[in-house]
């Protein structure tokens, strides 16, 4: 590869997504086109990325030849959140998959538990090359930020690796709890803060070396402490979030950029730099390998990972009692074992 085209890979970071390969469908499968208008946004969002961009992005990686050696990042997420849809004991008629790309989540689910699964992705390409899978899907060309649907639809919505490039984040978590029904729940994974932070701070102090400062090259992601409160915000209660963290070993910088730019995942935040200069790339994958390198001289690239689940409200669901209900006091609670610990002796 020429070091002019590297030199272009080096804004392309922020976790992995898809690609695609002709499979045959073992449920039938519907598309439908309902996506919002080029460049539409909300009024009160920052305008933080360029949405056509990101469209364009995806639909090139779903297009190229060799996609599927890309796609190992979002199979493990994928399979890791059908995990914890089997872990909830009940059936989900009508299943709602936000961001899906190829259909990294349904490809893992079976009739027994999803009846129907509608797909919904900003990338017609990867809509058109999805995964073989069990159950029925219908996909749906729509905007995280703008979903088709009537309140109340859906008894599970799932997203993976896809709301980390909406612009605004608390609208897409109040479209998904509109279009669940109540008691419905909502499992979504996402990347974290510290994902590519070994990329991250590689190019920033190669760039601040050569040229004399820095441009950001990792867009901005959550922090896991700001998860909580925007469920919260939407609607969702008793909540669940947890981190993880899957770290994936590459020969070189070079190696891990033509991946990220192969699974889709390129900048497309407006204040982007476009170009690094050559020396600046050399630096920086010099800075990588002594900084982070392996015994055997592979460098190590970190994706964290959010998880979160959040139910919509229900007269049904077991709720917290109300305060001051309690009969017995945490102060108690030494002199319960006391007792405890008197009977065993006496017997």
Known sequence: MEMQSLARLCVLWRGPLAAGVPAKKLGFRKFV???SPPGRA?????????????RKQKNWAARQPQHSKFEYLREEVGSRIADRVYDIARDFPLVLDVGCGRGYIAQHLNKETVGKCFQTDIAEAALKNTLEMEIPVVSVLADEEFLPFQENTFDLVVSSLSLHWVNDLPRALGQIHYVLKPDGVF?????????????RCSLQLAETEREGGFSPHVSPFTAVNDLGHLLGRAGFNTLT????????????????MEDLQGMGESNCAWNR???????????AAAVYREMYKNEDGSI???YQIYYMIGWKYHDSQARPAERGSATASFGELGKINNLMSQEKKSQ
């Open 273 to 283: 730099k476009s170009l690094l200069h050559r020396d600046t790339m050399l630096a």
């Open 33 to 35: 086109s309902s996506v």
């Open 187 to 199: 499992i979504g994974a996402m990347f974290g803060g510290d994902t590519l932070f070994e990329l």
């Open 42 to 54: 909300s009024s009160r969002a920052l305008n933080i990325f360029d949405r056509d961009l990101k």
């Open 300 to 302: 190590p690239a970190t």
């Open 241 to 256: 979030v947890d981190t993880d963290e899957i770290q994936v070993n590459y020969p070189g910088m070079f190696e891990l």
